[in-house]
């Protein structure tokens, strides 16, 4: 079993910057995709950014050029480095992680607020 343990939320004004870290515990196999998603009221959960375990990064419109994600040193964590942050960015931010041996896992945080004013 894994688990995925998110921390970096918070309020900010527009404009600012936060950073979001994931810390992912348990039996990791090798080839996997780390990624964000976020959900705001009353809408579905969106994919941020993921990051392959070989570095590959993916991006929705319209994160691009703001946020940035990374893996860290020990390829368990990954991060989200959110600028220019704008209200519509508001939302609850999930730590996602797809491994796969033989069948596909799909392993999702707890969730971290984001809260973005005007």
């Known amino acids: 079993q894994v688990q995925l343990v998110e921390s970096g939320g918070g309020l900010v004004q527009a404009g600012g910057s936060l950073r979001l870290s994931c810390a992912a515990s348990g039996i990791i196999y090798s080839i996997n995709v780390m990624g964000w998603y976020r959900q705001a009221p009353g809408k579905e959960r969106d994919l941020v950014a993921t990051?392959?375990?070989?570095?590959?990064?993916n991006y929705a419109d319209s994160v691009k050029g703001r946020f940035t994600i990374s893996r860290g040193n020990a390829k368990n964590t990954v991060y989200l480095q959110m600028n220019s942050l704008k209200p519509e960015d508001t939302a609850v931010y999930y730590c996602n992680l797809k491994t796969e041996y033989r069948v596909l896992y799909d392993y999702w945080g707890q969730g971290t607020q984001v809260t973005v004013s005007s």
């Open positions: 990051i392959t375990s070989g570095g590959s990064t």
